[in-house]
């Protein structure tokens, strides 16, 4: 306990001195930037979503357009510009955040071949990749795909697999993910029931294994923080506390 909380408990005894907010400093797993996907679609919703994550402690920001050749084929100059528009709007109103840019890939013919140009936005020293696969049914070569994107120099960081119904009732998939070298972003809010109670349930499995290498909010509009917050009351922080997480080092 610091010392401040120590004398907020002495003056208001009984009440939790604990403020709301991240023992993590880093979030990255976002749709931040207006316009480019399904996330938010104003650069005031933007602004909004930022401001909250700063007064929840979070200091830098790396927002993850989705990229994919049917849905969101984004290329990199207009994520680019994107990012530099929001960096303005942050000077501006003097948030005390930073913001960068990766993607979250869809593993579709279009990563593929982003993959092989080698134009692909990662993010950290070892190169973190973040990516998902499609919700219907689990893909049929997975494995070969997390080998080709270490092949290019990158590491795979698969975007909340708790969220995948298919990996429920498929515990060995995802272990052998882990033994090849895929690691694992946790979706915040999958632990406050935003995705249902077998996702809430199948993150929790992921925290008592310490599969969790990352915690991302993959927050999409205001709308999202109300869920987020709950967080932080829950026994779920301590889980939380016990992995071992990466998202410091991307500071
Ligand atoms: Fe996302």
Redesign the pocket.
Known sequence: MTTKNFWQRLIHPGEDAEPDGCFWQVDL???LLPGLDDGVSTPEETLTCLTQLAQWGIKKVIT?P?ISRDWYPNETLAIQQGLAAVRQLIAEQQLPITIDVAA?YMLDDFFLDMLKQGDMLSFGERRFLLF?TGWSSAPMNLGDMVFRIQTHGYTPVL??PERYKYYHSDKASLEHLREIGCLFQLNWMSLTGRYGSHVEKQARFLLQQHWVDFIGS?M?RPGDLEMMARLFKSGDMKLLEEQTLLNETLL
């Open positions: 797993h976002s749709h993850t989705h979250e998902e975007a909340h993959d999409h």
